[in-house]
């Protein structure tokens, strides 16, 4: 996957590592922090939108070897990673919705 290059902090890819977060989607410890002292709805809401960022790296990962990815095997478990996480999305995306908030 040498087309898809090091998607971790540092490595070229415009991700700056901060706060503990280490590649894109990754929660940082102010927001993990933020999290444990919430509750009720903005607990909830601050959950799906943390775990929607989560979702789109993983999407964007999953994608580099459905699309380059050498090896069947991995391409088809890639590209099934992709719809999974994209369909958690979509749900997540609801559940914000019937909250009143959206994705950040």
Do not use: N, W
């Amino acid at each position: 996957m040498a087309g898809m290059g090091d998607m971790t902090a540092g490595s070229g890819s415009g991700f700056t590592a901060h706060d503990g977060a280490l590649m894109p989607g990754m929660a940082s410890r102010t927001e993990l922090d933020r999290l444990r002292k919430a509750d009720g709805k903005q607990a909830e809401i601050l959950y799906l939108q943390l775990m929607t960022d989560h979702h789109k790296g993983g999407v964007a990962m999953a994608r580099g070897c459905a699309e380059l990815c050498t090896v069947r095997a991995e391409r088809r478990l890639a590209q099934g990673m992709v719809e999974a996480q994209q369909s958690e999305l979509d749900a997540m995306a609801q559940m914000l919705a019937a909250r009143g908030a959206e994705p950040r």
